[in-house]
Nanobody, 119 residues
Framework: QVQLVESGGGLVQPGGSLRLSCAAS????????MGWYRQAPGNQRELVAS???????NYADSVRGRFTISRDNAKNTVYLQMNSLKPEDTAVYYC?????????????WGQGTQVTVSS
């Protein structure tokens, strides 16, 4: 069984920074694309950033230049460094990981972590 555990959310003032982490554990053969999504109240869940196995990142236009996604393949962990945070970044942030297990290949989601940007 695979688990994704997220950490790092919280309350921060506009212009501040937070770093999110998402660690995958369990019987995992391979991890492919890792990504972060967010969902604000009343909005659909949207892609924030993703990163390939080889480390190539992809960003939503709204966060490009402020957020940085990275991964540590040895630790099965993906990170999201968020700088210059704005109130409109407030949302629940979810990690999503595509991976292969003995039972096949699936997408797994983390439990979500709240990020609130407010003065």
């Amino acid at each position: 069984q695979v688990q994704l555990v997220e950490s790092g959310g919280g309350l921060v003032q506009p212009g501040g920074s937070l770093r999110l982490s998402c660690a995958a554990s369990g019987t995992i053969f391979s991890i492919y694309v890792m990504g972060w999504y967010r969902q604000a109240p009343g909005n659909q869940r949207e892609l924030v950033a993703s990163i390939t196995t080889g480390g190539r990142p992809n960003y939503a236009d709204s966060v490009r230049g402020r957020f940085t996604i990275s991964r540590d393949n040895a630790k099965n962990t993906v990170y999201l460094q968020m700088n210059s945070l704005k109130p409109e970044d407030t949302a629940v942030y979810y990690c999503k990981v595509a991976l292969a297990t003995p039972g096949g290949g699936y997408d797994y989601w983390g439990q979500g972590t709240q990020v609130t940007v407010s003065s």
